[in-house]
């Protein structure tokens, strides 16, 4: 931000433009508070309260400074500052003439701007303000000084009174450059729905992709530009470097990962000659070396027929390849040998001829897929040790029509939570456009009501998932077994999915009793406990492997089912609301009633809403789309974590 500090305005932003490395943005001496060396925004709240505060209340402060309480011997810059309405009326009455510029150049208009007096500037352009008045050792507009302080409600009205977002500052900076370089996406995404151009060069030639690339340290502003269309080809007018050149030359690894995601060439060269890698060893970063050379390698690997068809169908070959790990480590236990080491030496075998095959994969693919193709690959096989192993020695009926049953519905409701959309909130650009304007413009462009990643407006309930990378009606949670969001959609599918998964295992429990019983039979008496282990691993180790690989399933599905049905039945609350109002009540030490919401109907009611239950027409469940639940007004959400505490 700037600072007016003896008598001058600095922006800390390292700015990089043609050969410059920093350059030093300087504003308008305050007039108003000279012999004063005052920081502009925290020190002079300090001492004298903030003066961009409308409800500002001046009778609290300090009684040494009682001459400022007598506003009728303030001059028009000071009453600007302070919002004083009446003491600027006057004076303008008195021949004051608006467009008058001070001693630092600086027009009435832009303390007004600056310090988002919203009346101000009405009455101001009334009386014949220019709107895009130069001025400021910066040579900016109100507009520019409105972004650079992140007032999105000053900004919405000097658009509205014919500011013109295309002007150039002293810097080069065009109002979206701005409002990135301050990080303020709320006005970036303003001023896009607008109509400003979101590769549009700045007067040095750099697009908002290329100035977050180099001066913003972290991913958001770049992935926000990225997801708004933001080419990350482009190249400045001088130096001829891409967003990917600019994010190396900062040593912006978050920024490079983003970019390099987003498809950014890794061979374009600049005006040097240079390639994003030549710039990363200049500037000596290993992390960034390590990280292009694997890209580079990973693309060059892509370009392979045989990588293509594993990257296409890539659940079905992990699940094969996982489901073959499983059934070799069986294979290899079970074998009529007492040689461990023989065993030993073919699992290391089987684990490096699975590392050779998956070598080329995508390691991220790789690890993201793991959890769930490691479920099915298990699930795979506790069925097929049921039908060889268990199936002979159990004779009764009703427990194979209870097995086949479980096995079925486990297997429906796990592909329903895989398939099925959790409740993705969905927007064309236009509408996205429209949300941006509306919102704005009734002053709810805020994180609970607007998704600056997703650019739409939030229904309530609603939250980001970082890993699907998109809002989610009624989100739960983001699921690493189904691999996908549990959301209003398929919440009810992975509950179901847990309780039979629960149920197989305690299946697996009894088939391997009933096997052991028939056909280990260990004498405890004469051999002791530890004699019955080892009769049971002598008996079958596949089976041992299988009844540790259900308890382990047990254990976690029962946990989640215990902890949902809580939730679910008691709360009415998911995971990600209830985990949010935690966080929020620890934050400012409160206490907190979780079952005191809006969403908690009482034990049966929130049963049946969210099992559908009907019974014949006794009950009704509440039959509710998410994803259309917008909050009212606009200016409130029906479900606030201060709400409850």
């Not at 990135?180 to 007067?203: N, R, S, T």
């Not at 050779?356 to 995508?362: D, E, G, K, V, Y």
């Not at 907190?592 to 009950?619: E, T, W």
């Amino acid at each position: 931000m700037g600072w007016i500090k003896g008598g001058k305005s600095h922006t800390h932003d390292s700015c990089h433009h043609g050969h410059s490395d920093h350059s030093h943005s300087h504003g308008p001496r305050a007039a108003a508070f000279s012999g004063m060396d005052l920081p502009f925004v925290p020190a002079f709240h300090e001492q004298f309260g903030n003066i961009a505060d409308d409800t500002m209340d001046l009778s609290q402060q300090p009684k040494k400074r009682s001459h400022l309480d007598d506003s009728s011997t303030w001059d028009i810059v000071k009453a600007s500052q302070f919002g004083n309405l009446d003491r600027c009326k006057e004076l303008v009455e008195a021949g004051y003439d608006v467009r008058q510029l001070d001693k630092e150049n600086v027009s009435v208009l832009h303390w007004a701007a600056i310090n988002n007096r919203l009346e101000l500037v009405k009455y101001y352009i009334s009386k014949g303000a220019i709107v895009d008045q130069l001025g400021g050792d910066l040579n900016s507009t109100p507009l520019h000084w409105a972004i650079r302080q992140g007032h999105l409600p000053m900004v919405i009205q000097l658009i509205r009174y014919g500011a013109d977002s295309s002007i150039a500052d002293g810097e080069g900076y065009r109002a979206l450059h701005l409002a990135i370089l301050f990080q303020h996406m709320a006005i970036a995404a303003y001023l896009m729905a607008k109509g400003q151009e979101v590769d549009g060069p700045d007067c040095n030639g750099q697009s908002p992709l290329m100035l977050a690339a180099q001066k913003i340290i972290g991913p958001e502003p770049t992935s926000f530009l990225i997801k708004n269309n933001a080419s990350v080809s482009a190249m400045d007018k001088v130096n001829r470097n891409t967003p990917l050149h600019c994010a190396v030359l900062a040593g912006n690894v978050d920024a490079a990962c983003v970019l390099l995601k987003a498809g950014a060439s890794l061979d374009l060269q600049n005006a040097n000659g240079h390639t994003p890698l030549d710039l990363a060893h200049q500037v000596h970063s290993p992390l960034l070396i390590y990280m292009l050379n694997q890209v580079q390698q990973d693309r060059s690997r892509a370009n392979s027929r045989c990588l293509k068809i594993a990257v296409k169908y890539r659940v079905a070959l992990q699940f094969l390849l996982t489901t073959a790990m499983l059934g070799c480590l069986g294979a290899i236990l079970d074998m009529n040998t007492d040689s461990w080491l023989l065993k030993g030496i073919l699992l290391v075998c089987v684990v490096c001829a699975i590392s050779l095959a998956t070598r080329n994969f995508p390691s991220e693919v790789f690890h993201t897929l793991l959890p769930s193709t490691s479920l099915m690959a298990s699930i795979f096989w506790m069925l097929v040790t049921w039908c060889l192993w268990f199936l002979p020695d159990i004779l009764c009926s009703c427990d194979r029509v209870l097995f086949t049953f479980n096995a079925t519905a486990l297997l429906y409701y796990y592909l329903r939570a895989c398939r099925t959309d959790p409740g993705f909130v969905k927007a064309t650009e236009e509408e996205k456009k429209l949300n941006v304007l509306v919102l704005a413009e009734a002053g709810c462009l805020d994180p609970s009501i607007f998704c600056t990643s997703c650019m739409i407006k939030k229904p309530v309930r609603a939250s980001h998932c970082q890993r699907c990378d998109a809002c989610v009606a009624k989100q739960d949670h983001h699921s690493v077994w189904t691999n996908t969001c549990i959301g209003a959609r398929n919440h009810l599918y992975f509950v179901l999915f847990v309780f039979f998964l629960l149920l197989m295992s305690m299946w697996m429990f009894y088939g391997c009793l009933v096997y052991w019983s028939t056909h280990c039979v260990p004498r405890t008496e004469e051999q002791g406990l530890l004699g019955v282990a080892f009769a049971v691993v002598d008996c079958s180790p596949w089976l041992l492997c299988i009844f540790l690989l259900a308890l382990y399933r047990a254990c976690w599905s029962s946990f989640i089912l215990l902890l949902q049905l809580y939730q679910i039945a008691f709360l009415g609350l998911t995971t990600a609301e209830r985990m949010s109002l935690l966080m929020h009540a620890r934050k400012h030490g409160q206490c907190l009633s979780l079952s005191q919401n809006p969403y908690n109907l009482g034990v049966v009611r929130n049963l049946v809403s969210f099992f559908k239950l009907r019974c014949c027409g006794l009950f009704k469940p509440a039959v509710i789309d998410w994803t259309q639940q917008f909050p009212p007004g606009h200016d409130q959400r029906l479900f606030r974590p201060t709400d409850m505490v």
